[in-house]
């Protein structure tokens, strides 16, 4: 897409730092990162959501990405890793080119996604899973 920034960095347009590449997928270290290493992993063909891929497509990012998890374990001294797609605005994605987000986690790395959880009553269980199995 012309003005997609991520398939100017996948012609080599714009520049990327590189961390991976296949046929399919490249990785880049994110430019505004949670961590050292946090790395951005997204198919060459532009598509805006996981939905827009097929499930071959779906199996390449994410065979990418857990490699680029292993360089960080083996290279980083990662000790743990996050792995999350954000889809749509009000989910906070800021470029519409799907990519898997590959953060390395270290013990008291002070990054923090815990949020309030909510406590729903066993009959909003029971409606929500009737109406996410249609």
């Known amino acids: ?52 891929l097929s499930e071959e497509e779906v199996r390449n990012l994410f065979a990418a990405a857990q490699k680029v998890a292993g360089s960080m374990k083996k290279n980083l001294g990662a000790e743990g890793v996050n792995y999350f797609v954000n ?21 008291n790395d002070d990054v923090n996604f815990h949020t309030a959880r909510k406590k729903l009553s066993g009959e909003e269980m029971r409606e929500i899973a009737e109406r996410l199995r249609k």
């Open 1 to 52: 897409m012309k003005d997609c920034v991520f398939c100017k960095i996948i012609s080599e347009e714009k520049q990327g730092y590189r961390i991976y590449e296949d046929s399919d997928t490249v990785a880049i270290l994110d430019i505004a990162p949670v961590n050292k290493g946090h790395a951005l992993v997204m198919p060459k063909k532009h598509a805006e959501s996981l939905s827009e």
């Open 87 to 107: 889809e749509g605005k009000a989910a906070g994605q800021l470029v519409f080119h799907v990519h898997c987000h590959v953060l390395p986690r270290f013990s």
